[in-house]
Each structure stands twice: as C-alpha cells, then as structure tokens.
C-alpha cells in the first residue's frame, strides 16, 4: 500500500546493485488516470518533481535519481494515462486494423513496449521497475498483469520484490497475517515472489521470517527485514546487513563488478555530524506555525538538498515550517528571531503571499542568510521593489493588476494562458556574472538547472531595481534566472529550482552556500 516507502525500498536495492557496479536505472508506475503529476496538489501527493526534459513527475523519481545518481526523463514515470492515450490515439489511427482493442492484450502490451523501451535504450544493465498502489486495487490490475507477462517472456531475468507490512501488536509480537493475505492475493494473480521486503518498526524476529518464509513459498534468506530508519539513506546499509545483496545477485546470477564504499562514507559523514543551525522555511502547505513534522513531502527535494549540503558542511540544518498566511498576521521579528536562515520556497497563487514577503523584508533588512527559489526569488523582486524602489504596491500579475507588474507573464507566453501549457518545464542554461556570488558558489559561468513555472521578471523593471542595489546576476537572455544583494552575508533567489540536481555526495552550490552562511550566522551569535 502507498506510504509504505516502496520507493524508498526499490531505490536502496538500486544502490545496493550500483554499489556491486552495475548500471541502474527506474521506472515508477503510477497506476492513476493522470497523464503526469502537473496538475496535482502537493498537499495530497507531496511535491511535483521537474525532470531535465521538463517531466512533471511523482516524487518517487526524485528519490531514484538522488540514490542512482541518475537523470532519469519523463518515460521513466508511467501512468494510467499516458498507456490509455497512447492506445486510444493508435485505434483512432486505426492501427488496430478493426480488432476490439482491450485491456489485454492491448493496455498490457503498451505498458510492456514502454518498460522495455526505457529499460533498453536508457543504457542501464538492471532496471527497477516499481508498480505502485495496492495488491487488489482495480487500477492496477494491469500493471501487474503486465508484470506477470514480462516475467514469462523475458524468463530469468525479472525478479520480482514484493513490499509488505508487519504490524506490531502493543505487546511487540510482528504479525504475519497481512503479509501472508497479500502474498495470497498475488498469487491469484499469477504473480509469485521472489523476495518478501517487510516493513516493521523493528527488525524482523527470527521466528516472524520463517513464518513468512513458510506461508509464503520463498527461502528464509528471501525474507528481509525492512524496520525503520533514522534516516533513509540508512536503508541501503540495513538492507545489505540483511542479506539482500547477496541473494538477489546469486538469484539473478550476477556477480560483483566493484565494491563501492561511496554510500557507506555519506552515511558515516552524516552520523559524525555535531553541530547544528536552525532555519524557518515560509511556506503555505505547513499546517500550523511552527510544526516541525509538517507536510514534508511537499518540499521533500528541499529538505533533501539541505541535507546533502549539511552533511558536506558537517552541520545539520533543523527546519521550522512556518506557514506564511500565520505570519500575514503575526510579528516577523519574534516569529523569525531565532533562526540562522530563512528560506522561501516555491509556490503558486496569492494565499500567503504577503506572510512570505514579509519573511524576506525581515531577512533582508536583518542582514539573515537567504534562499528564495522560484517563487521566493519573484517574491524577494516584489518586496525589493516596494520597499527599496518605492514602487508602491508593486506585485506579480499572478495574483491580478497591479500598478507595478515587476514581475509578470512575458509577451510571448500571454494568450497561452490556460493550466498546464504555459509553464517553462525544465532544463534551461543561464550565464553568471563574471565576479558575482552566483559565479564564485558555482565557480562556472554557464550553468543549467530545472524550471517549473510560469511567471519571469518583468525586464521593464530591471534598471530601476539594479540602480537600488539588487543584481541579477544570472540571466538567460531576457530571463533573470538569479539575483543577490552584494553587501548582505548571504541574499539569493534562483528562478529555477537547485534542489532537484541535488544528490547524496554532490550537494547543489546554492543549497551548499547557503548552509555555510548560516554556519557562519550561527559562529558569530555564539
Ligand atoms: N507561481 C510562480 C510562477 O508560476 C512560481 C512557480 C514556482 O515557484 N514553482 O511563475
């Protein structure tokens, strides 16, 4: 079932086998009607993830490409949707010359012509293929047809995992039965396990694995113990410790080709962390003011690239969600106080705007270590433009008419309005400034990061706001792709988003930067 960390468990396997020297890749079905997650609410689905191709993917793509250290493209995510569109547009085609098109074979051959597709161009020699949703649920009753097919016609080399949960009872006894209902109804299916992955709280108790391994039909090695981590990128190492690698290699006959210590070393370095900064992301999906477990998956890359960035540092940044439409209301100056950095993320629509700008007014003018991405960055143009250009009321057309669009839809995008098809997705260089900030944290001149959204910095504006003082100082053409306050310890706003080529190990320069500087805030108040 979802939530269960699927993705997290597919994406460790991946590591374990890349640890071994192999090429991994991944594809996540999601088995909704949606073509892709563009349109969905981060609130209910966690963040929107923005492949290099401008995919608009389910977060779980983001989880394989930092633990695969891979940049995957938009058909690595197959949906419900893209099979029965490409289906239905080849009837109307008519290049199912009069046949009834059906579920089987039709849908099940798309969904396979599209794995084998990815797994055999992407220049991979394993590739994980995670089908999500729950063992019975109508949607995904092809998929897992689809899968029974593949294991048939491609014999021997599909493995299949299944993920279950124990529960524990209040006396600490790890119960089977679900784990033995599920497997069953995959059996209905025609689909038989290779290796039972169970999620527990603890790890699992001798007797529970020769239970399962028992009512199940696998070795007892094929049993593994999936207990809760502290952290995830701790999954990889438990799951090597319980004998995962070993058995799915001789199972799939595959023998180490290196031994990579890359991961074990990330972990290491994580766990030696001692010193920490404390941060106030302003952002509108947090339910409370000040929740420390909020809706994390919806900044899930953000909280990702801060961590690669901490473990780097040696420091570990502790987050304070803040949500904005409180802080509409409240006083910056007590609610922000006590933070070393303050960080406004992406976002859409008017609801808290005002909290937020009031968040980078306070971090500006306080002289606090700042990083404004996408919308932060618009909305740090917006606050600088009212309060230090005197251009009153100044706004972005997003949220409606303004007396000063400073920031706005650029001509060629305004009658392309409707949802979805205006948006800059993706990849996209920008020129640094020879001498800026940007130009020394990425020590490069060009660069190429990943954008999702629509609205630019209105160019008319540029010269009033750079005469005060503020500069871009990344730029792609007429795009303004970054801006920084020389002078100010740490000011930063990117148009695109840093946190999706973050990785473990290779933590992005912005995120990096802005680690340090609140490092540095911290040493001298201490
Ligand atoms: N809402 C803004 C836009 O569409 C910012 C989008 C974002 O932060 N991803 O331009």
Not at 194 to 210: F, G, N, S, W, Y
Not at 220 to 229: L, M, Q, R, T, W
Not at 455 to 463: D, F, R, W
């Amino acid at each position: 079932m979802s939530g269960l960390g699927k993705g997290i468990t597919a994406a460790s396997i991946g590591r374990l086998l890349m640890n071994k020297g192999y090429r991994v890749t991944a594809i996540k079905i999601d088995p909704y009607i949606n073509i892709d997650a563009g349109l969905m609410s981060p609130f209910q689905h966690g963040e929107v993830y923005v492949l290099k191709d401008g995919g608009e993917v389910d977060l779980d793509l983001g989880n394989y490409e930092r633990f695969l250290d891979v940049e995957l493209t938009r058909d690595h995510n197959i949906t419900t949707g893209k099979v029965y569109s490409t289906v239905i547009d080849k009837e109307r085609k008519g290049e199912y010359l009069g046949k009834t098109v059906q579920i089987i074979p039709h849908i099940t051959d798309e969904i396979k012509r599209r794995i084998r597709q990815v797994s055999r161009t992407g220049g991979c020699e394993i590739c994980l293929i995670e089908v999500g949703g729950t063992v019975g649920d109508i949607e995904s009753m092809p998929f897992l047809e689809a899968m029974r097919q593949l294991k048939y016609e491609e014999s021997g080399n599909i493995f299949f995992v299944h993920v279950t949960l124990a529960p524990s009872t209040m006396d600490g006894e790890q119960k089977t039965k679900p784990t033995q209902h599920s497997v069953k109804e995959m059996r209905g299916l025609g689909l038989q396990p290779d290796m039972i992955a169970v999620r527990c709280q603890k790890p699992l108790l001798p007797e529970t694995k020769h239970k399962i391994a028992h009512f199940c039909d696998v070795p007892v090695e094929a049993v593994i113990s999936c207990h809760d981590a502290k952290d995830i990128y701790r999954v990889p190492l438990q799951l090597e410790e319980g004998g995962l690698t070993d058995y799915l290699m001789k199972a799939m006959r595959l023998f180490p080709l290196e031994e990579r210590r890359d991961w074990d070393l990330l972990v290491e370095k994580m766990d030696a962390i001692k010193e920490r900064v404390s941060m106030a992301i302003v952002g509108k999906y947090t339910a409370g003011s000040q929740c420390t477990d909020p809706m994390e998956d919806a900044y899930l890359s953000i909280r990702e690239a801060l961590k690669h960035a901490g473990i780097e540092v040696g420091v570990w940044p502790d987050i304070t969600w803040i949500d904005s439409e409180e802080l509409e209301a409240g006083a910056p100056e007590i609610m922000l106080r006590e933070f070393d950095g303050i960080l406004v993320p992406g976002g859409f629509g008017a609801r808290g705007t005002e909290g937020k700008i009031k968040a980078i007014q306070y971090a500006r003018e306080r002289k606090v270590p700042y990083l404004g991405i996408c919308f932060g960055m618009q909305l740090a143009v917006v606050e600088f433009a009212r309060n230090v250009c005197d251009l009153e009321d100044a706004n972005s057309t997003e949220f409606g008419e303004t007396p000063h669009p400073v920031i706005a839809l650029l001509p060629e995008q305004e009658g392309l309005r409707e949802m979805g098809a205006t948006m800059r997705l993706g990849n996209y260089p920008a020129h640094l400034e020879e001498g800026s900030l940007a130009h020394r944290i990425y020590r490069a001149t060009n660069i190429v990061e990943r954008h999702r959204h629509r609205y630019e910095v209105n160019p008319a504006y540029i010269g009033v706001i750079e005469e005060k003082g503020m500069r871009f100082s990344g730029t792609n053409g007429d795009l303004m792709e970054i801006l920084e306050i020389p002078g100010h310890p740490f000011y930063f706003g990117s148009q695109f988003h840093p946190e999706m080529k973050s990785r473990p190990g290779r933590p992005s320069p912005p995120f990096l930067a802005f680690v340090r500087a609140m490092q540095e805030k911290r040493a001298r108040r201490s």
